[in-house]
């Protein structure tokens, strides 16, 4: 492919999506459900049989171009979260934030193992807990850019949602790389467990170790903003370094500690924001360039890239397939409504914290293909998966936008800005 060729299909899905936005933003919703729908949409075209259409829109070299974007996208949306993050706030909300994850860990877990236990009562312990392990995943990239485009990340709410996600990531990690390294460990016919398996317990001191370093660089990187904010304020440098600051976090996280790279990300926001006088400037130079360009490929790239998954339907996978997805819905949206009520939350606000914390994308596509490929899970899940993606995606925004409807004084910001 030439590299020409990925201009067309960017040239639609940025008119189309921007469209799809003004289209959602008047029907009195976020523009990301506008985004996404509309990258259903160009998924749908994709089942019409003609070859040019194909080529140009759906090719492997196409559809990985898009990828790489979308993954840009994702990071600089929590990026740009970590850098509105209000550390008081983000602190103030430490101990609500912790029993948020751990409910919004131990109920979807616990109904996913259940269901699969239900369904497929001749699969290993290991195995039913696998199915529950996928449902943990939290990635509320989406359910960020609502809370952004609503003038509410900076709120009680937003901010334990975002804090709670981070919390959500590392616990998913630890207890996903657990299990495979249990499988990785198990021997004999039985399947039996071997709790001391190297593999399995790495991953814990890996994850402390990255935190313990990134802490430690941040705060050398903020020594290093401070100076060059004396000498050379709202500097085109300052925007730049940070860049690269972010991108260095995600790759160091996934590459190197196992941990997601939208939690390197959002670490690196939250270490180089909070009290550095720079932080607007950075933030709006971010901004601009994610949600003009990166983010509204990842969102229509969700739907372009998810849509094919429903034509591979197991027809006798159907009724766990639709119980899962209902565990997977309502598991997180519960717990953590339950462990915010806990935390004193008022019943609307706990579940706005339920609501934001529903929202899957790519992580939890990530933990299914880690099942698949340890013998744990049926890939006839995937087409349950995707829905559970899709259907979080479209209801979080929409819900999120009813449950401020009444506390907006002015109508949400335009897209065209």
């Known amino acids: 492919m030439e590299a020409f060729e990925i201009l067309l299909p960017l040239a639609v899905i940025l008119l189309f999506g921007k469209l799809m936005g003004i289209g959602a933003h008047r029907c009195g919703m976020p523009a990301v459900i506008g985004m996404l729908i509309a990258g259903i949409l160009i998924g749908l075209l994709s089942y019409i049989p003609?070859?040019?259409?194909?080529e140009a829109f759906f090719s492997e070299?196409?559809?990985?171009g898009l990828e790489i974007m979308s993954k840009l996208g994702v990071v600089l949306i929590m990026f740009s979260a970590g850098l509105g993050t209000d550390l008081k706030k983000l602190r103030s909300t430490g101990v609500a934030s912790v029993v948020i994850t751990l409910f919004g860990v131990v109920v979807p877990m616990g109904l996913g193992t259940l269901v699969a236990f239900l369904f497929f009562p001749d699969e290993s312990v290991l195995s039913w807990l696998f199915y529950g392990a996928i449902l943990t995943a939290t990635s509320v990239s989406v359910?960020?850019?609502v809370l952004k485009e609503l003038g509410k990340l900076d709120s009680k709410v937003g901010a334990s949602i975002v804090a709670a996600?981070?919390?959500?990531?590392?616990?998913?990690i630890v207890i996903l790389s657990v299990l495979t390294g249990f499988s990785s460990g198990a021997e004999g016919d039985a399947g039996g467990w071997n709790w001391f398996h190297p593999n399995a317990w790495l991953v814990c001191i890996k994850i402390v170790v990255f935190f313990v370093a990134?802490?430690?660089?941040?705060?050398?990187?903020?020594?290093?903003?401070?100076?060059?904010e004396r000498k050379a304020p709202h500097n085109r440098r300052v925007p730049i370094i940070s860049l690269a600051a972010c991108f260095l976090y995600a790759y160091g996280a996934e590459k190197l500690f196992g941990v997601a790279d939208i939690t390197g990300a959002y670490l690196a926001g939250i270490l180089l924001g909070g009290t550095l006088s720079e932080t607007p400037y950075v933030e709006s130079k971010v901004d601009t360039m994610g949600y003009?360009?990166?983010?509204?490929?990842?969102?229509?790239?969700?739907?372009i890239n998810n849509i094919g998954a429903f034509a591979e339907i197991d027809v006798s996978f159907l009724g766990f397939g639709f119980a899962y997805v209902a565990a997977a819905l309502i598991g997180k949206l519960a717990?953590?409504?339950?462990?915010?009520?806990?935390?004193?939350?008022?019943?609307k606000d706990s579940l706005r914290v339920g609501l934001g914390m529903m929202v899957r994308a790519e992580v939890v596509l990530i933990c299914t293909e880690r099942g698949v490929s340890a013998g744990l899970v049926d890939p006839a899940v995937f087409p349950f998966v995707i829905l559970i993606i899709l259907l979080s995606s479209v209801l979080t925004p929409?819900?999120?936008?009813?449950s401020y409807r009444k506390e907006l004084r002015s109508p949400l910001p335009s897209p065209e800005h």
């Open 214 to 228: 990134a802490i430690a660089l941040g705060v050398a990187l903020r020594k290093l903003f401070d100076l060059m």
């Open 335 to 347: 717990g953590c409504f339950a462990g915010a009520k806990i935390c004193r939350f008022s019943v």
């Open 50 to 54: 003609w070859e040019p259409l194909h």
């Open 143 to 145: 359910t960020v850019a």
């Open 398 to 402: 929409v819900f999120l936008k009813l």
């Open 165 to 172: 996600a981070v919390i959500d990531d590392v616990i998913g």
């Open 292 to 303: 003009l360009f990166f983010s509204p490929v990842f969102f229509a790239f969700i739907g």
């Open 61 to 64: 070299e196409v559809m990985s």
